[in-house]
């Protein structure tokens, strides 16, 4: 790099009042509760934020793609097109009463990061892309992260295509009506490395005010599908002690569930977040409820451990209530640990720009987490206020998303190389 390169990469700045514009440019799309909104994947309003996105970045002079799993991937070509591209995104799909900023920040600021070179006519040597993965939060298909999941070959095609939402829509076909079923394969995109801005989720950066995470690790995670099993009867005429009450033997079970993690140990989480009887008769004694067991944990043995103990218990309290449960996995995603080079770019980026930072692991999953497990990969976490998302009053401070997205744009550029 020249002199005069380095000290244009020194004085590069986002455009902050741009980057919170998008931001709520994008949140007017699917809005819930005043400041929330609701995008679950491959709806109709999913469909218009992938419209508003695709604009900015066309007009951003980049050139759109789609896979088969509805992934956008944006290309702003590099003066070496042979080189791998420098990738960095998130998602726009949201909970259902989600709020402004989890995953949207990670595409605008990406794409914040490319506007700001073209503002100031900067080319680099290797391509970089902007990323919208598909389905992250798992709310109408499951699993969640699975656009990332099914690029880094963790599900194959027909696995994919044939993913049902719960009202039997089928994933290929609702990509295809939303017309972003595309033909994208993995091998058509080597990827150097890949960088995902995200906000914390969590309340340490703001109670230790600082503005930026250097991510250096996600948890495992593992889904537990439990099905339990008792007999329908009738409230006014069984008597308590021949029921086989499946909601009440779930209920206990979830009792049990609590105690296992907080017996676990501090880095242990256990919840339960889906439960749907089979029945919902006022008069019924419930023969089937099915749940959802989240087990996470930063240790691989300890996850391991935790969910077997789980599924142990789910099937002794069945047992004591004359009933039966089965516990299958769902979805198991390792404990990763981020690539050393990349995350030591964050923190190089973060000492030139006089931010203080953390370095810490996430507690939540991440599209990155996928990624990492075939491309050099870190992440980076602003602070969101209380600490609070998946829910309509998550708020990240306009200043705090440049901050990272400063970051990002410093280490994606290192990556990348200044052309010139």
């Given at each position: 790099m020249t002199a005069a390169a380095r000290r244009l990469s020194n004085t590069l700045r986002v455009n902050e009042a741009r980057l919170w514009d998008r931001h709520m440019q994008m949140a007017r799309?699917?809005?819930?509760?005043?400041?929330?909104?609701?995008?679950?994947?491959?709806?109709?309003?999913d469909a218009e934020a992938r419209a508003l996105f695709a604009g900015w970045c066309i007009e951003a002079g980049l050139t759109m793609h789609s896979d088969r799993a509805g992934n956008m991937?944006?290309?702003?070509?590099?003066?070496?097109?042979?080189?791998?591209?420098?990738v960095a995104g998130s998602h726009l799909d949201t909970q259902p009463h989600g709020g402004r900023f989890d995953g949207v920040s990670g595409v605008l600021a990406a794409l914040e990061v490319v506007e700001t070179l073209n503002d100031a006519g900067v080319e680099t040597?290797?391509?970089l892309a902007v990323v919208n993965w598909t389905n992250e939060e798992g709310v109408r298909f499951a699993p969640g992260l699975l656009g990332s999941a099914w690029f880094a070959g963790l599900i194959d095609d027909a696995t994919l295509d044939d993913i049902r939402a719960p009202d039997g829509a089928r994933f290929a076909d609702e990509a295809a009506r939303i017309g972003w079923?595309?033909?994208l394969r993995p091998t058509d995109l080597p990827l150097d490395s890949f960088f995902e801005l995200h906000i914390e989720q969590g309340p340490v950066l703001e109670r230790a005010g600082v503005p930026v995470g250097?991510?250096?690790?996600?948890?495992?995670?593992?889904?537990?599908?439990?099905?339990?099993?008792?007999?329908?009867?009738?409230a006014g005429t069984t008597p308590l002690d021949v029921r086989?009450?499946?909601?009440?033997?779930?209920?206990?079970?979830?009792?049990?569930?609590?105690?296992?993690?907080?017996?676990?140990?501090p880095d242990a989480r256990v919840s339960v977040g889906r439960f749907q009887p089979a029945t919902?008769?006022?008069?019924?004694?419930?023969?089937?409820?099915?749940?959802?067991?989240?087990?996470?944990?930063?240790?691989?043995?300890?996850?391991?451990?935790?969910s077997e103990r789980c599924a142990a218990a789910c099937r002794a309290v069945a047992a004591h209530h004359?009933?039966?449960?089965?516990?299958?996995?769902?979805i198991e995603v390792p404990p990763r640990d981020f690539d050393a080079g990349c995350v030591a770019l964050l923190e190089d980026a973060a000492q030139d720009l006089a931010l203080p930072y953390r370095r810490m692991p996430s507690g939540a999953l991440h599209d990155a987490s996928n990624l990492a497990a075939n491309v050099p990969t870190a992440m980076i976490f602003v602070p969101c206020r209380d600490g609070i998302s998946h829910n309509v009053d998550e708020y990240a401070a306009p200043g705090d998303l440049a901050a990272g997205c400063n970051v990002l744009l410093r280490a994606m550029l290192a990556r990348a190389g200044m052309a010139g």
């Open positions: 799309i699917g809005t819930v509760c005043g400041t929330g909104c609701r995008r679950v994947a491959l709806s109709d309003e991937i944006a290309i702003r070509p590099g003066r070496d097109p042979s080189r791998p591209v420098v040597e290797a391509p079923r595309g033909d250097v991510v250096t690790s996600v948890q495992g995670l593992r889904w537990l599908d439990v099905a339990v099993t008792g007999m329908d009867a009738h086989r009450d499946a909601l009440l033997a779930a209920a206990a079970m979830l009792v049990e569930l609590n105690a296992l993690g907080r017996a676990a140990g919902d008769g006022p008069s019924t004694i419930a023969g089937r409820v099915d749940f959802v067991i989240d087990i996470r944990h930063p240790d691989a043995a300890t996850l391991a451990a935790l004359g009933c039966e449960a089965q516990a299958t996995m769902r």
